[in-house]
C-alpha cells in the first residue's frame, strides 16, 4: 500500500524555524513528484513546493521562495521542507502527496496528486 506520513510540526514563536518530514512506503521512491501543501482554516489548500525524486528537479510558489527550501533523501524516502522565519499566517495543517513524474519539467504547481499523507499542524505564535 502507496503510503506518505507527514511529520514534525509543532508550535513555534514568529521568526522561528521548523523542518517538515514526509516519509514514504509502499512504492519505490523512483520517477515521482512530491509536493508539499498547506491549508489554514477558513483557505483554499496551497501547493506550496515540489521535488522530483529523480533528479531532484524544485519548483516553487512565489510566496515561499527564498524563506522554504524543499529536499529529498533518495535513501530515506523522505522529504523535507525546511522553514525560516515563520510568522503567524504560516499557521495550517501541512500535508505531503505524490503523484507519477511525467519526465517533464516541472513548470507549475498542480493540485492532481495521486497519494496524501496524514497533515502535521503546524502553529505560530506572534
Known amino acids: 500500500e502507496v503510503q506518505l506520513q507527514a511529520s514534525g510540526g509543532g508550535s513555534v514563536q514568529a521568526g522561528e524555524s521548523l523542518r517538515l518530514s514526509c516519509t514514504a512506503s509502499g512504492f519505490t521512491f523512483e520517477n515521482y513528484v512530491i509536493q508539499w501543501f498547506r491549508q489554514a482554516p477558513g483557505k483554499e489548500r496551497e501547493g506550496l513546493a515540489c521535488?522530483?525524486?529523480?533528479?531532484?528537479?524544485?519548483y516553487y510558489a512565489d510566496s515561499v521562495k527564498g524563506r522554504f527550501a524543499i529536499s529529498t533523501d533518495s535513501a530515506k524516502k523522505t522529504v523535507y521542507l525546511q522553514m525560516y522565519r515563520l510568522n503567524p499566517e504560516d499557521t495550517a495543517v501541512y500535508y505531503c502527496?505524490?503523484?507519477?513524474?511525467?519526465?517533464?519539467?516541472?513548470?507549475?504547481?498542480?493540485?492532481?496528486?495521486?497519494?496524501w499523507g496524514q497533515g502535521t499542524q503546524v502553529t505560530v505564535s506572534s
Open positions: 502527496a505524490m503523484r507519477r513524474s511525467t519526465g517533464n519539467a516541472i513548470t507549475t504547481l498542480t493540485s492532481y496528486y495521486d497519494s
Open positions: 521535488i522530483t525524486t529523480s533528479d531532484g528537479d524544485q
